[in-house]
Antibody, heavy 121, light 106 residues
Framework: QVQLQESGPGLVKPSETLSLTCTVS??????????WTWIRQPPGKGLEWIGY???????YYNPSLKSRVTISLDTSKNQFSLELTSVTAADTAVYYC?????????????WGRGTLVTVSS | AIQLTQSPSSLSASVGDRVTITCRAS??????LAWYQQKPGKPPNLLIY???ILQSGVPSRFSGSGSGTDFTLTISSLQPADCAVYYC?????????FGGGTKVEI
């Protein structure tokens, strides 16, 4: 059974870079059937799509975050990662790594448990 | 970006009630809409995709309908386990977007 697990620091200082990794277990990240995605949720608020990476390395980012976001892939470790630069308190959120199923029907079919990242000095 | 407006933002109903949540898109998205249920401290869980197709394992009291700009999620007989926040989400155009959520209470 495929599982996703986020890892990374739970506390980041303002103006620094948030870095998270998602480990895919029980299946290969090297599949053309999915986009590997990051979504975040500020405490008590709604969901925001950050962006995705495809197994080929192609990416697409939310224009609202595009200047600060990089999503990368490490197929040898079956992982994908998120970097968000110049963070502020507004970036405090639970960050989820998520699998988007591609094809005629598309949806987010697998979510990690999420990891809370707090931006504070 | 496509905006999704959910209503109501919260509702309270009794066990056994029929509950309807609406989601309106700022432009037509065909049937490229999914619904998710989120309980406290958990990630969202897929209920419906392609506007009306029930995800495997989801109770049949959940149903979805609509196309274009107007969509609904219906719970035919509300159960205590259905207390959660419900989100609609569009897959028609990137960036993908979510509705603001509807909190359902008993």
């Amino acid at each position: 059974q495929v599982q996703l697990q986020e890892s990374g620091p739970g506390l980041v200082k303002p103006s620094e870079t948030l870095s998270l990794t998602c480990t895919v277990s029980g299946g290969s990240i090297n599949s053309g059937d999915y986009y590997w995605t990051w979504i975040r949720q500020p405490p008590g608020k709604g969901l925001e799509w950050i962006g995705y990476i495809y197994y080929s390395g192609s990416t697409y980012y939310n224009p609202s975050l595009k200047s600060r976001v990089t999503i990368s892939l490490d197929t040898s470790k079956n992982q994908f990662s998120l970097e968000l630069t110049s963070v502020t308190a507004a970036d405090t959120a639970v960050y989820y790594c998520v699998r988007e199923k591609l094809g005629f029907s598309r949806f987010f079919d697998l979510w990690g448990r999420g990891t809370l990242v707090t931006v504070s000095s | 970006a496509i905006q999704l407006t959910q209503s109501p933002s919260s509702l309270s109903a009794s066990v056994g009630d029929r509950v309807t949540i609406t989601c309106r898109a700022s432009q037509g998205i065909n049937k490229n809409l999914a619904w998710y249920q989120q309980k406290p401290g958990k990630p969202p869980n897929l209920l419906i995709y392609d506007a009306s197709i029930l995800q495997s394992g989801v109770p049949s009291r959940f149903s979805g309908s609509g196309s274009g700009t107007d969509f609904t999620l219906t719970i035919s007989s509300l159960q205590p386990a259905d207390c959660a926040v419900y989100y609609c989400q569009q897959f028609d155009i990137y960036p993908l977007t979510f509705g603001g959520g509807t909190k359902v209470e008993i």
